[in-house]
């Protein structure tokens, strides 16, 4: 008998944990893992706790990518853990790479007693942060059985220290990467005329969703200084959600309403994202933003404020500006100098891209996380 060649003798099954897989930076990066995933090496597949599974799944299932689901129940669902370690078992999981909190949790129990090894990932942190008694006790303990710990940023990573106590020489930091969006210019140009949008006017634009936690209203007094600057702008806001309501307020007590557009959800927006001349990220929290990222693909100028990892992924007067967190004034004075220096627009622009290329490409995302699970697999073997 032949031997089997060595690509399908050292093959890996990574197992994929998470919440759901709806539209978000980190189904994202579980698409994005999956679908970069040298499949010589590797293969992969996604188990969600909860359903439905969302659009990302779609696109995983037309690629032929394994997606199953779980039905978790309110509170701590232990008979969840059973689930999870049958599918362990019944898949023959080398490692289970569990994203987020609550599914490291329950995939870390489910992987008790298996030979699998998880690995846990986390995302991003609420604001404001916190922690309970429960997590101080519990996680040194989880952390003992966990394989390897990352983080998307080096903030999120100090707040694993500080609030989940995991040891921080034990968390590896593994930048978001994505693939770099395309414009299409025949698309551009009719959304400009769309909009009745001139040539001269700076376009000032942000896509998330309506979210407490996006600060959209800081974002909004902010360009309220700025048209009372006499800037000719407008600012582009692409997106849905719960503050809907609270946003459409706020733009008619400001007086905005003819200098703000409200696109509403757009499922892909990156025609939208190229028509912008500047980016603006006005978040209280932040891990890594996939959209940030996609306009620095883009070669956007960016405005971000101090929160989470937007000061690694946007270098200070470098690539463009950091201004502190939560601070009107300031963000309408960056808003303001960038939008009257169109040098410094060129400057930024050309900087991004770079530093977009060399960090920031799901290429180096992609091989981060396979050198990982490949010396997660050697030591498994040693």
């Known amino acids: ?3 089997k060649p060595n690509a399908e003798l050292s093959l890996m099954n990574i197992l994929h944990l998470t919440f759901d897989m709806r539209i978000g930076g980190t189904e994202q990066v579980i698409k994005n893992l999956i679908l970069g995933a040298d499949s010589m090496r590797f293969t992969m597949s996604v188990l969600c706790i909860e359903s439905p599974l969302g659009p990302f799944a779609d696109d995983l299932l037309a690629e032929n990518i394994q997606i199953h689901a779980l039905a978790r129940k309110p509170g701590f669902d232990i008979g969840l853990i059973g689930k999870i370690r049958q599918h362990i078992i019944e898949h023959k999981i080398d490692i289970i790479h569990c994203h987020q909190y609550t599914p490291y949790v329950y995939g870390l129990l489910g992987a008790l007693l298996t030979s699998a090894k998880v690995v846990f990932t ?3 942190r609420f604001y404001p942060d916190s922690t ?5 006790l519990i996680n040194p303990i989880l952390h003992k059985f966990t394989a390897a710990t990352t983080a998307i940023s080096a903030a999120t990573r100090d707040a694993l220290v500080d609030y989940e106590f995991i040891p921080h020489d034990d968390i590896h930091v593994i930048y978001n990467g994505i693939i770099g969006v395309a414009a299409e210019p025949p698309q551009i140009n009719a959304l400009r005329e769309t909009f009745g949008l001139s040539p001269d006017c700076i376009l000032f634009g942000t896509i998330a969703r309506l979210d407490p936690i996006k600060n959209h209203s800081m974002m909004l007094h902010a360009f309220k200084r700025v048209i009372d600057a006499g800037t000719n702008a407008k600012l582009m806001i692409v997106g849905d959600g719960d503050e809907r309501a609270n946003v459409d307020s706020l733009i008619g007590e400001l007086g905005l309403a003819e200098y703000v557009i409200m696109t509403g959800y757009e499922p892909k927006p990156h025609n939208h994202l190229a028509l912008m001349d ?3 990220l006005p978040s209280l929290s932040e891990g890594t ?3 940030l990222l996609e306009a620095m693909s883009l070669g956007k100028p960016c405005i971000v404020t101090n929160a989470g990892g937007n000061p690694e992924i ?5 690539t463009g500006l950091v201004t502190p967190n939560d601070d009107a004034q300031a963000y309408a004075q960056a808003m303001i100098m960038l939008a009257n220096n169109t040098q410094q627009q060129d400057t930024f622009s050309k900087a991004a891209k770079i530093r977009f290329e060399q960090t920031f490409s ?9 050198a990982l699970y490949s010396q997660l697999s ?4 040693a």
């Open 1 to 3: 008998m032949k031997n």
């Open 122 to 124: 986390e995302h991003g």
């Open 132 to 136: 309970t008694w429960k997590r101080r």
């Open 278 to 280: 500047i980016y603006l």
């Open 289 to 291: 933003s996939m959209t």
């Open 314 to 318: 946007v270098l200070h007067d470098e």
């Open 362 to 370: 799901i290429k180096h995302m992609v091989q981060a996380y396979q």
């Open 378 to 381: 050697s030591s498994g073997n």
